[in-house]
């Protein structure tokens, strides 16, 4: 099992950038690709965007696309969710998870089974 804490939500104007941030412990991260997941009130969690183990390939919904950018760092463990041009419809708590690298696709979180706590992220218009 892996265990993920989440850092860098927080309250932002429409317009702005953040960086999300995922520490992992208790495996070996270059095993695991990663992914980010959010969860609005009163909406089901969706997926967000992924990285794969190895090669570097990523996966974004299409509403983040060309606005978030998914890295990973395994040298320090850590996966990175660079947001800009954020909007308010971006506003959920957002969750990082990670899968052993041949436990199916990327983009669904049914694929998962190592999740954070979730950090808030809020887009003010």
């Known amino acids: 099992q892996v265990q993920l804490v989440e850092s860098g939500g927080g309250l932002v104007q429409a317009g702005n950038s953040l960086r999300l941030s995922c520490a992992a412990s208790?495996?070996?991260?270059?095993?695991?690709?990663m992914g980010w997941f959010r969860q609005a009130p009163g909406k089901e969690r969706e997926f967000v965007a992924a990285i794969r183990w190895i090669g570097g390939s990523t996966y974004y919904a299409d509403s983040v696309k060309g606005r978030f950018a998914i890295s990973r760092d395994n040298a320090k463990n850590t996966v990175y969710l660079q947001m800009n041009s954020l909007k308010s419809e971006d506003t959920a708590v957002y969750y990082c998870?990670?899968?052993?690298?041949?436990?199916?696709?990327?983009?669904?979180?049914?694929?998962?089974?190592?999740w954070g706590q979730g950090t808030q992220v809020t887009v003010s218009s």
């Open positions: 208790g495996g070996t991260f270059s095993n695991y690709d």
């Open positions: 998870a990670a899968k052993y690298k041949y436990s199916g696709t990327s983009t669904s979180g049914r694929n998962y089974d190592n």
